[in-house]
């Protein structure tokens, strides 16, 4: 059933709005809540934020955990920092491909409140402040106007959950529709692997070349699509080729049955992946 994503930097209270969330749903409708997060899987978080590897996998397993829970009857929800928007776009594609709603909770605090509330902590529980410090630095706060970013509660220390509010973001909007890239459809085309190979070929040549009379900032035109490359900085073709073959092999699992549409595809999948 439903993904609730919170959001927030460290010490913000987002553990303590997830107990308040799991208690409301639980008490009301009696409905089974499962809690993704750090302190489920016992992440020891200086250890963890200090390796950019190791953070990677914790959100890795993090994710697949989602994905292991999320069902027609049960609410999920992540308890993490989720502070990185390319992974809350991840997040925001596994909801769609599962066809559930989805609704983003943002514990907003300043970085000083958030080390007053660390530094009263139990000793196995705190962050160092470098390590705090440094996630604050990094956090990519969300936009309602993103899609994956939305609906959107914010939520101040002294505010009361709206749990009204969120039950119905959650259970009176329908889930956001499956779109071409995360629609599992029948390969129904013989020279839909050609196509594949030749567009996204057709795609990094055109990139490639363009680089040399552009520079970083600029919209650079695609032929055979509507899209744009918007680059903040110079590509190489090793990074290019990288790129292409994880879309293929995404597109291979996944793919449309309009091969027209495989260069718009392409477009906004590098687009995401550069920035």
């Known amino acids: ?3 609730i994503v919170m ?4 010490c913000s209270g987002k553990t303590r709005r997830t107990e308040e969330l799991k208690v409301y749903f639980e008490e009301n409708g009696g409905r089974k809540v499962h809690v993704v997060g750090d302190g489920v899987m016992g992440v020891e978080r200086n250890t963890v934020y200090a390796d950019s590897q190791k953070e990677k996998n914790v959100r890795g397993a993090l994710k697949a955990a989602v994905e292991r829970k999320v069902n027609k ?6 308890d993490s920092l989720n502070y990185i928007k390319g992974y809350r776009y991840e997040l925001y594609c596994l909801i769609k491909h599962t066809q559930t709603p989805h609704c983003l909770v943002y514990c907003l605090t300043s970085g000083e409140e958030s080390t007053v509330w660390n530094s009263s902590r139990d000793v196995t529980e705190k962050y160092t402040q470098d390590i705090l410090d440094a996630l ?3 956090f990519e706060a969300p936009d309602s106007r993103n899609r994956w970013d939305s609906p959107l509660f914010t939520i101040l220390k002294e505010d009361t959950l709206p749990l009204e509010a969120i039950s119905d973001a959650i259970f009176k909007r329908k889930a956001p529709a499956p779109n071409q890239s995360t629609q599992s459809q029948p390969l129904s085309s013989t020279n839909f692997l050609y196509e594949l190979d030749k567009i996204t070929q057709d795609v990094l040549m055109a990139i490639f070349n363009a680089q040399k009379t552009s520079v ?9 699509t509507s899209e744009k490359i918007q680059l903040t900085r110079s590509v190489n ?3 290019l080729r990288k790129l292409r ?4 092999s995404y597109t291979k699992m996944h793919p449309t049955e309009n091969t027209g549409q495989i260069s718009n595809m392409f477009v906004q999948y590098l687009n995401k992946s550069l920035h």
């Open 216 to 224: 970083p900032g600029d919209l650079i035109p695609v032929p055979g």
């Open 73 to 78: 009857d049960d609410i999920v929800i992540l």
């Open 1 to 3: 059933m439903p993904l």
């Open 7 to 10: 959001c927030g930097f460290p």
């Open 237 to 239: 073709m090793a990074e």
């Open 136 to 138: 604050v630095l990094r």
């Open 245 to 248: 073959r994880q879309f293929i």
